[in-house]
């Protein structure tokens, strides 16, 4: 049974940072594609960063240049590295093992999720 858990979360002021940790078990190291997804109250769960098998790694615009997704070299713990953190960034995270991510970090494609983390950027 494939088992995610995530850590890492908090409140921050804005141009703060944190990193989310996502402890990955019960799948073998290159089964999935690995993403974080993010949602806030009344809006869609939407993917942030994923990184695929071979390392290829895909961003939502709103992020890029400020969060940096990671693996381990055992690629049993999922990073994301959030700098220059927003209020916009305010949301629970979520960490993801999708069956692949060639269309895109798509909520439809993912298998396994885990419990969420909280993220809250003040101004």
């Known amino acids: 049974q494939v088992q995610l858990v995530e850590s890492g979360g908090g409140s921050v002021q804005s141009g703060g940072s944190l990193r989310l940790s996502c402890a990955a078990s019960?799948?073998?190291?290159?089964?999935?594609?690995m993403a974080w997804f993010r949602q806030t109250p009344g809006k869609e769960r939407e993917g942030v960063a994923a990184?695929?098998?071979?390392?290829?790694?895909q961003y939502v615009e709103s992020v890029k240049g400020r969060f940096t997704i990671s693996q381990d070299n055992t690629k049993a713990t999922l990073y994301l590295q959030m700098n220059d953190l927003k209020p916009e960034d305010t949301a629970m995270y979520y960490c993801?093992?999708?069956?692949?991510?060639?269309?895109?970090?798509?909520?439809?494609?993912?298998?396994?999720w885990g419990q969420g983390t909280q993220v809250t950027v003040s101004s």
């Open positions: 019960g799948y073998t190291d290159n089964a999935f594609c």
């Open positions: 993801a093992a999708l069956a692949d991510c060639w269309t895109g970090m798509v909520t439809a494609a993912v298998a396994y």
């Open positions: 990184v695929e098998n071979d390392g290829t790694t």
